[in-house]
């Protein structure tokens, strides 16, 4: 007589390998985007090279989205599902943003605050990797909030940097034009920031509902 197994934890491990390819290229992503401004050379290359990793990162999205309309029963609720999916496709789209940007409107030289923003989304992206992979692990979920903890308070550092760097775009001798362009730049990268901090606010509520 055959025997059937049931568990209340769907073990359907394809969304979290799809959660792994998303954060795997948003860390790829956050660093050419540091490369890009530590390295300003070859602009056009990087930028479409970005462009090709966000094109990727949606159709992994894309894919997740499929995924649940397509499962009975998934590992985590629905919304949560959509909602990280979602929020890490923000981020890669901010960070290709900030790139194009920064091609399109021909700029020069960067900025050490725009250096010094991206750095913060890297190391946001990268505490992102990490979690990602501790939440296919029910019995270690907890871990998680000691890397959203570091994802937020990297998030406050780049609200502090972005004001500053905001406020000195007035301070010196700046034409409008590079004020505009420069202003919109900061402002996709704080995008990046505050949506990784928004991956980092689901991770908690999956914790919290799970571990």
């Known amino acids: 007589m055959p025997s059937f197994r049931f568990s209340i934890f769907p073990r359907n491990g394809r969304f979290y390998d799809l959660f792994a390819d998303a954060a795997q290229l948003l860390i790829r992503g956050s660093e050419m985007t540091c490369d890009l401004l530590a390295h300003f050379e070859n602009v056009d290359m990087k930028t479409k090279r970005i462009q090709e990793l966000e094109d990727e990162a949606d159709n992994v999205t894309h894919t997740i989205y499929t995924l649940m309309n397509q499962t009975f029963v998934t590992p985590l609720d629905r919304e949560d599902i959509a909602a990280l999916a979602q929020r890490m496709d923000d981020v890669m789209d901010y960070l290709e943003g900030t790139t194009t940007s920064i091609q399109m409107y021909g700029i020069d030289t960067p900025t050490d605050a725009a250096r010094g923003l991206a750095d913060l989304a ?90």
Do not use: P
């Not at 992979?133 to 502090?160: F, S, Y």
């Not at 034409?175 to 505050?194: F, G, H, N, P, T």
């Open 122 to 211: 890297r190391l946001q992206c990268v505490q992102i990797g990490k979690a990602i992979d501790v939440l296919r692990h029910r019995r270690k979920l907890r871990d998680i909030l000691a890397l959203t903890r570091e994802i937020n308070r990297l998030e406050n550092e780049g609200d502090q940097l972005y004001l500053r760097a905001t406020a000195e775009l007035f301070d010196g001798e700046r034409s409008v034009v590079d004020i505009i362009k420069w202003r919109e730049i900061y402002e996709q990268l704080e995008e990046a920031l505050d949506s990784c901090e928004d991956v980092a606010n689901i991770l908690e509520a999956i914790v919290l509902k799970h571990g």
